[in-house]
């Protein structure tokens, strides 16, 4: 067996809002959302999405907080927000300050302004609007890992 990540899904409130956020404020790119066909009942959850496949072949996924707690089967409560960050590496210290901006331009915050580590970083954070915390990284020459 390999271990492997294969998605990362978010639970957002609005699907449409955060599409926009990750296409303006990351420039990442998505067909939009698909399988708006799957309606939400009693018994099922919705099957409406976007995703986002990253060039190391990650897939980020934006599916609504209603339904991935339904499909699930956990409490609203538990697909709200995040209690972790998730890293977005960029190549040059512009960089983070130029995703910064656009997240803001985007409706993102941001969290903590970038700064420069003692262990090779510079580095900030930022939240989406459905406060998943992101942090920019530059990696220094030499303190890329991998």
Not at 1 to 6: S, Y
């Amino acid at each position: 067996m390999t271990a492997n990540i294969g998605a990362v899904t978010l639970g957002v409130r609005d699907l449409d809002r955060s599409l926009r956020f990750y296409r303006e404020g990351l420039g990442l790119s998505s067909p939009g959302i698909i399988g708006t066909e799957y309606a939400r009942d009693d018994d099922n959850p919705g099957g409406a999405v976007a995703m986002f496949t990253l060039d190391s072949g990650l897939i980020l996924s934006l599916y609504s907080r209603d339904d991935l707690a339904k499909d699930a089967g956990v409490p609203i409560e538990r697909v709200a927000g995040s209690p972790m960050s998730l890293g977005y590496f960029v190549d040059s210290r512009e960089d983070v300050d130029g995703v910064l901006q656009r997240v803001l331009e985007a409706g993102g915050t941001v969290v903590r302004a970038p700064l420069e580590r003692p262990w090779g970083i510079y580095a900030g954070y930022f939240g989406d609007p459905d406060g998943h915390l992101w942090e920019v990284v530059y990696f220094q020459p030499g303190n890329r890992p991998g």
